[in-house]
């Protein structure tokens, strides 16, 4: 590599553009270089005059990005560095393995299927007091979450532990030559991500490359496939190379595993030891045999120290919850850790999701960090200034000790009792608030306070969900079509707010609404994305103008009416048209212009010149049903007659689209220009070719309040419809058919989930309670009730009571809190 590429191994890495917010980054920004990848929906090259105004001056970029526009572009920036590559991911990668070149320390590698990044946080926890330990943030094991997580590396730290996840074959390789782990753990294989891979073995096999240079490899050789490629593929690279595997089924291996409940004993060549496991459900036990023959592979560890590093741990949750606060606030729950780079990535969320007027953090002491006290605040402080934060609240000894490195109007507080007890709660108000700290502190108890308290049902929504969903059709239609979201009915019942400031920081291309009102809703809420409004009533023109909303017009009176409003206005013209989208009925017979009709719409469009066709769709009547294909296939040749008409009239191409979710599944070859996404982001598949590629969103869950023993002969409820012919045990939810659990599910027509457990309805529904059978299931009053999510899809649901998914979705009344949650980063 190039000197000028190499000196770029001190600058603080940027590869997204949104991690850059105000007029500053982390680091100052003349010490920040922006990587402008080309990816299949983003390309960072378009986001290189909005960096630079924001400071960045150093950019590595991609020769086969630079079109002779965008070279002339770059001379308007003449005080930047800009370096040609080949691929900016690549040099990004070679830099990393360059970083990592530097240090002699032991590094742990962790792949397999399941468990790498709970291996690698309880691992983390375990060694703490031993080693200054870094690690990939979350589960940052991405080819490119790997080299941000290995720069992280500096010569405060003793011991790195890093994880690695791949999709597709070949993908090891430059992973391997950024981790380049001296000890290998290998967790589980199992079926996830098999698509990109044509055989288990292939896939093991790929995987194992991690470790072509490590001296140390562990791996439960219970996997016998794991055990037969290790032994195949590393014993010829590196003979070496020691193995330490253990096993729970007595099989050959150097440490013999057995358990009885919480009771685990590990003998291994040197010692025996027996210790009591702090969670005993079979992947969590797996996981602490792996972190438990590490440490005792690192160093020879006693019971007793082991024992008490054991009590120490806590369960790994990677949820960061975004909650409905007290005083008008939203609360952003994030107690998972409190690394710098998760922080960075909180705060990320927080810019993502803000749709408050203020900004409110409230930290814990950075534990472990491997950093200088002093630097680590100082940066600290810096990434809070970098993201605009109003009011800082710092909880601890050791950030306490470091307020000098704060704005003058921080607060801060010993302990997590001295601040609930002195600190006015209520003095936070219309605020986004970021609760971050390390598991020690016991923030929940801060949240506890701020969070403003739920009836017993909550309809949770999973937000990595969304975001996969939204990654699966975006695939599915490729770079080339737009998108445009349906976000109508509160986003399907999931909270339109939240839902749309996901898909703007995802950069989708357009949303569309009902109505006026819930249009203007999501400007306030910060949504700057063009919207359209598929039922623009002429009194709400003006609102429509106000807030930059975009009409969708189907028939003469209401396109004479909007161009007679716009020309009124005056404010557009011929080189400033106002946009509207134009409907098309090819067959459903609801709005639209018919084709024939589409003639006379040109001729009156000439006459107004400050309006323009932006788009023009229509829509399918049965694109989720195979019975309909013909038809469907009659709608698409009636809309392309009618747009090639239209076109030819106006003179110009407005965007074309047809497709929803389950048009997109079935009728690739029709996405035109852009596609309209609705349920299927939601979680329901509905052509139900590809049931299984898109992931639930949202569970449904509620409480029981009640339960007794009713005889047989009793009856349940309203009407005495619920008569028992077994004497059983009845339970009381709180929810009802005014919550959206809907009436006819009554009956045992439907069922709950109940700790595992489907227990049917009894009796009737009522308004606001509703009485299940839970004799055969374990269950005691105050229980979690799943109505619908995971375990008990919403397809099912509808399909009990026939009828479709989408009504059940947006039946769930507003009543209902949302609570909205990530998994993962
Ligand atoms: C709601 C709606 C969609 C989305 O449909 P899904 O089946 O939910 O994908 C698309 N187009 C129009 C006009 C709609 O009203």
Same mark, same amino acid.
């Given at each position: 590599m190039t000197t000028q590429v190499l000196q770029l191994d001190n600058f603080q890495w940027i590869t997204d553009s949104r991690q850059v917010i105000g007029n500053a980054t982390n680091a100052p920004a003349d010490q920040s270089v922006f990587f402008a990848i080309q990816g299949e929906h983003h390309d960072g090259h378009e986001f290189i005059g909005e960096l630079y105004r924001k400071g960045i001056r150093h950019f590595v970029v991609e020769r086969t990005a630079l079109t002779p526009n965008r070279r002339a572009d770059l001379l308007n920036y003449p005080d930047a560095q800009f370096v040609e590559v080949d691929s900016s991911l690549q040099t990004l990668q070679e830099l990393a393995a360059a970083h990592r070149r530097?240090?002699?320390?032991?590094?742990?590698?962790?792949?397999?299927?399941?468990?790498?990044?709970?291996?690698?946080?309880?691992?983390?926890?375990l060694l703490a007091d031993d080693f200054a330990v870094v690690k990939s943030p979350k589960s940052y094991n991405s080819q490119l979450g790997v080299p941000l997580s290995v720069h992280e590396l500096n010569d405060t730290h003793t011991l790195g532990i890093f994880e690695a996840g791949i999709s597709r074959p070949h993908e090891m390789q430059a992973l391997e030559a950024i981790i380049r782990p001296t000890i290998g753990i290998f967790t589980t294989i199992g079926t996830a991500h098999d698509e990109g891979f044509r055989t288990r073995k292939q896939k093991i096999a790929e995987k194992l490359r991690l470790f072509i240079h490590a001296n140390t490899l562990i791996y439960c050789n219970d996997y016998a496939e794991i055990d037969e490629e290790a032994n195949l593929l590393l014993k010829a690279v590196n003979a070496d190379m020691r193995f330490i595997t253990w096993s729970l089924t007595g099989k050959k291996a150097v440490y013999q595993v057995e358990r009885q409940q919480d009771r685990l004993t590990l003998r291994g060549p040197?010692?025996?030891?027996?210790?009591?496991?702090?969670?005993?459900?079979?992947?969590?036990?797996?996981?602490? =045999?792996?972190?438990? $023959?590490?440490?005792?592979?690192? +160093?020879?560890? &006693?019971?007793?120290?082991?024992?008490? !590093? #054991?009590?120490?741990?806590?369960?790994v949750s990677m949820r960061l919850e975004l909650k409905e606060g007290i005083n008008n606030c939203v609360l952003i729950d994030d107690s998972y850790n409190n690394d710098v780079v998760g922080l960075q990535l909180a705060l990320r969320f927080?810019?993502?999701?803000?749709?408050?007027?203020?900004?409110?953090? =409230?930290?814990?002491? $950075?534990?472990?960090?491997?950093? +200088?006290?002093? &630097?680590?605040?100082?940066?600290?402080? !810096? #990434?809070l200034q970098a993201n605009d934060i109003d009011q800082f609240i710092g909880i601890g000894p050791v950030l306490s000790h470091n307020r000098h490195f704060f704005a003058s109007t921080s607060q801060f507080f010993a302990t997590t009792d001295e601040f609930l007890t002195n600190f006015p709660i209520n003095s936070l108000h219309d605020s986004d608030v970021l609760v971050k700290g390390a598991r020690p502190f016991s923030f929940e108890r801060i949240v506890n306070r701020l969070q403003r308290k739920v009836h017993g049902t909550v309809l949770e929504i999973n937000l990595d969900a969304l975001t996969h969903n939204l990654n699966y059709y975006r695939e599915r239609v490729g770079a080339d079509t737009k998108l445009m979201v349906m976000v109508k009915a509160f986003a399907y019942g999931s909270g339109s707010a939240e839902v749309a400031q996901l898909l703007q920081f995802h950069r989708v291309d357009y949303l569309a609404v009902a109505y006026a009102d819930e249009g203007v809703s999501l400007r306030q809420n910060g949504i700057d994305l063009p919207i359209m409004v598929m039922n623009p009533a002429p009194e709400t023109f003006a609102t429509l103008v106000e807030f930059g909303l975009e009409p969708e017009l189907y028939s003469m009176r209401l396109l004479r009416e909007w161009?007679?409003?716009?020309?009124?206005?005056?404010?557009?013209?011929?080189?400033?048209?106002?946009?509207?989208?134009?409907k098309v009925d090819t067959g459903m017979h609801r709005l639209g212009f018919?084709?024939?009709?589409?003639?006379?719409?040109?001729?009156?469009?000439?006459?107004?010149?400050?309006?323009?066709?932006?788009?023009v769709f229509s829509h399918l009547v049965g694109a989720d049903d195979a019975q309909f294909n013909a038809f469907s296939v009659h709608q698409y040749d009636t809309f392309l007659r009618a747009t090639a008409v239209l076109e030819a009239g106006l003179g110009y191409k407005p965007i074309r689209h047809l497709l929803n979710s389950a048009g997109i599944v079935?009728?690739?070859?029709?996405?035109?220009?852009?596609?309209?996404?609705?349920?299927?982001?939601?979680?329901?598949e509905s052509s139900q070719i590809e049931k299984d590629a898109?992931?639930?969103?949202?569970?449904?869950?509620?409480?029981?309040?009640?339960?007794?023993?009713?005889?047989?002969?009793?009856?349940?409820?309203?009407?005495?419809?619920?008569?028992?012919?077994?004497?059983?045990?009845?339970?009381?939810?709180?929810?009802?058919?005014?919550d959206g659990f809907d009436r006819r599910l009554g009956n045992g027509v439907g069922s709950v989930w109940v700790n595992g457990t489907r227990c049917p309805t009894v009796g009737n529904i009522c308004m606001d309670m509703t009485m299940i059978n839970v004799t055969n299931a374990s269950a005691a009053e105050g229980d979690d009730v799943i109505i619908f999510g995971n375990e008990l899809r919403i397809t099912e649901l509808a399909q009990q009571i026939g009828t479709i998914p989408y009504e059940i979705l947006t039946g769930v009344s507003e009543r209902v809190k949302r609570v909205f949650y990530k998994e993962g980063n």
């Amino acid at each position: 590599m190039t000197t000028q590429v190499l000196q770029l191994d001190n600058f603080q890495w940027i590869t997204d553009s949104r991690q850059v917010i105000g007029n500053a980054t982390n680091a100052p920004a003349d010490q920040s270089v922006f990587f402008a990848i080309q990816g299949e929906h983003h390309d960072g090259h378009e986001f290189i005059g909005e960096l630079y105004r924001k400071g960045i001056r150093h950019f590595v970029v991609e020769r086969t990005a630079l079109t002779p526009n965008r070279r002339a572009d770059l001379l308007n920036y003449p005080d930047a560095q800009f370096v040609e590559v080949d691929s900016s991911l690549q040099t990004l990668q070679e830099l990393a393995a360059a970083h990592r070149r530097l240090f002699r320390i032991p590094v742990v590698g962790i792949t397999g299927s399941n468990g790498k990044t709970i291996v690698k946080e309880w691992l983390a926890q375990l060694l703490a007091d031993d080693f200054a330990v870094v690690k990939s943030p979350k589960s940052y094991n991405s080819q490119l979450g790997v080299p941000l997580s290995v720069h992280e590396l500096n010569d405060t730290h003793t011991l790195g532990i890093f994880e690695a996840g791949i999709s597709r074959p070949h993908e090891m390789q430059a992973l391997e030559a950024i981790i380049r782990p001296t000890i290998g753990i290998f967790t589980t294989i199992g079926t996830a991500h098999d698509e990109g891979f044509r055989t288990r073995k292939q896939k093991i096999a790929e995987k194992l490359r991690l470790f072509i240079h490590a001296n140390t490899l562990i791996y439960c050789n219970d996997y016998a496939e794991i055990d037969e490629e290790a032994n195949l593929l590393l014993k010829a690279v590196n003979a070496d190379m020691r193995f330490i595997t253990w096993s729970l089924t007595g099989k050959k291996a150097v440490y013999q595993v057995e358990r009885q409940q919480d009771r685990l004993t590990l003998r291994g060549p040197a010692t025996t030891v027996t210790l009591t496991l702090p969670f005993t459900d079979p992947a969590s036990v797996d996981n602490l =045999i792996h972190c438990l $023959v590490t440490m005792l592979t690192i +160093r020879a560890y &006693d019971a007793d120290t082991l024992q008490s !590093r #054991l009590n120490r741990l806590r369960p790994v949750s990677m949820r960061l919850e975004l909650k409905e606060g007290i005083n008008n606030c939203v609360l952003i729950d994030d107690s998972y850790n409190n690394d710098v780079v998760g922080l960075q990535l909180a705060l990320r969320f927080l810019n993502q999701q803000s749709s408050r007027d203020k900004r409110v953090v =409230i930290l814990s002491d $950075v534990l472990q960090s491997g950093q +200088r006290e002093a &630097d680590l605040y100082e940066q600290v402080a !810096r #990434l809070l200034q970098a993201n605009d934060i109003d009011q800082f609240i710092g909880i601890g000894p050791v950030l306490s000790h470091n307020r000098h490195f704060f704005a003058s109007t921080s607060q801060f507080f010993a302990t997590t009792d001295e601040f609930l007890t002195n600190f006015p709660i209520n003095s936070l108000h219309d605020s986004d608030v970021l609760v971050k700290g390390a598991r020690p502190f016991s923030f929940e108890r801060i949240v506890n306070r701020l969070q403003r308290k739920v009836h017993g049902t909550v309809l949770e929504i999973n937000l990595d969900a969304l975001t996969h969903n939204l990654n699966y059709y975006r695939e599915r239609v490729g770079a080339d079509t737009k998108l445009m979201v349906m976000v109508k009915a509160f986003a399907y019942g999931s909270g339109s707010a939240e839902v749309a400031q996901l898909l703007q920081f995802h950069r989708v291309d357009y949303l569309a609404v009902a109505y006026a009102d819930e249009g203007v809703s999501l400007r306030q809420n910060g949504i700057d994305l063009p919207i359209m409004v598929m039922n623009p009533a002429p009194e709400t023109f003006a609102t429509l103008v106000e807030f930059g909303l975009e009409p969708e017009l189907y028939s003469m009176r209401l396109l004479r009416e909007w161009s007679d409003f716009i020309d009124k206005n005056g404010q557009r013209s011929a080189e400033n048209p106002y946009p509207f989208h134009l409907k098309v009925d090819t067959g459903m017979h609801r709005l639209g212009f018919l084709e024939d009709e589409i003639p006379a719409v040109v001729e009156y469009l000439k006459g107004y010149p400050q309006v323009r066709v932006a788009t023009v769709f229509s829509h399918l009547v049965g694109a989720d049903d195979a019975q309909f294909n013909a038809f469907s296939v009659h709608q698409y040749d009636t809309f392309l007659r009618a747009t090639a008409v239209l076109e030819a009239g106006l003179g110009y191409k407005p965007i074309r689209h047809l497709l929803n979710s389950a048009g997109i599944v079935r009728f690739p070859d029709y996405r035109l220009d852009m596609v309209r996404l609705g349920i299927g982001l939601y979680g329901v598949e509905s052509s139900q070719i590809e049931k299984d590629a898109v992931r639930s969103v949202g569970t449904l869950h509620t409480v029981i309040s009640q339960i007794k023993t009713i005889p047989a002969g009793e009856s349940v409820g309203y009407s005495r419809r619920g008569v028992l012919d077994h004497d059983a045990r009845i339970a009381t939810l709180a929810i009802g058919y005014a919550d959206g659990f809907d009436r006819r599910l009554g009956n045992g027509v439907g069922s709950v989930w109940v700790n595992g457990t489907r227990c049917p309805t009894v009796g009737n529904i009522c308004m606001d309670m509703t009485m299940i059978n839970v004799t055969n299931a374990s269950a005691a009053e105050g229980d979690d009730v799943i109505i619908f999510g995971n375990e008990l899809r919403i397809t099912e649901l509808a399909q009990q009571i026939g009828t479709i998914p989408y009504e059940i979705l947006t039946g769930v009344s507003e009543r209902v809190k949302r609570v909205f949650y990530k998994e993962g980063n």
